[in-house]
């Protein structure tokens, strides 16, 4: 069946776009698909959909049916919910390397979100028909899967203890360091600087960490002050990744996690 699903995807292969190096490098770097069989790896690459998007276009619409399972080749994606009141709230941004969505095509639900494009962004996507398929054809896939939603589980299990536990000071530190190590300069070293790689409105920070706005703005003008990071427009520069590591590890012992993990799959 896979054999047949390739075949038909192959007849249009010339009009499709295909993954660059760079972006297929980024995808087998993610540590849950690195450590898929080397067969599986291969399928998902191969019958994947490449679509390359600009700033800002929208990848998924919450309410409209799941189609696809899908991840980040290049850029990033940025996850949102508008509540029943109306009132969107930016969930969390995804570099690439990171699968979404097994859960709704597995459900064959809708969408519980929006996806946008945050930067030139370009997304492997596989259908569910095919999806189904490699988990009939390939049984470790269905495993695989699991473990996967177990690593998120366990995510989410922190994020809500940081939110009962953590005042917004060390929330904000750590939400600093994760972006800086999943989106940022690869170099960065400790009492080094490095750009966050994300161009963020504070709204947008305050949605992440739980706070308001006046808040954020207030922690984040501390830590200017401090000389721990620079505030440009929209981007931020981490001046000394020491202090701001110093700063979450100084607030975070009662949670006994390590500071600046990277918790997510």
Known sequence: MLESLSNGADRNAQ??????????????RGRWFAALTPSLRHDILRLGRVTR?????????QGKPATDWFTCASGAIRFRR???????????????????GEAEVLHQGANTYDAHAHGPTTVLSVAEAVFRQLLREHPSFGEALLTLQ????????????????????ARLAKQLLHMLRRFGERAAVPGTRGAIGLSLVQ????????GSRQRI?????WMEREGIIGIHQRD???????????????????????????RGA
């Open 203 to 210: 709204d947008e920070l305050a949605q992440l960490l739980g």
């Open 150 to 169: 177990a690593r998120r589980m366990r995510y989410l299990y922190w994020m809500m203890e940081d939110m009962a536990t953590l005042p917004l000071r």
């Open 15 to 28: 009009q499709r776009p295909f993954l660059s190096l760079e972006e297929r490098d980024a995808i087998n």
């Open 53 to 61: 998007y600009t700033h800002g276009k929208m990848i998924v619409e």
């Open 236 to 262: 931020i520069v981490v001046h000394n990744l020491a202090q701001l590591e110093a700063l979450a590890q100084q607030e975070s012992l009662a949670s006994g996690e390590p500071v600046g993990s990277q």
């Open 217 to 221: 703005n207030m922690e984040l003008k």
């Open 82 to 100: 508008t509540t029943p009141s109306g009132k969107q709230v930016t969930l969390a941004y995804v570099e690439p390397g990171i699968w979404v």
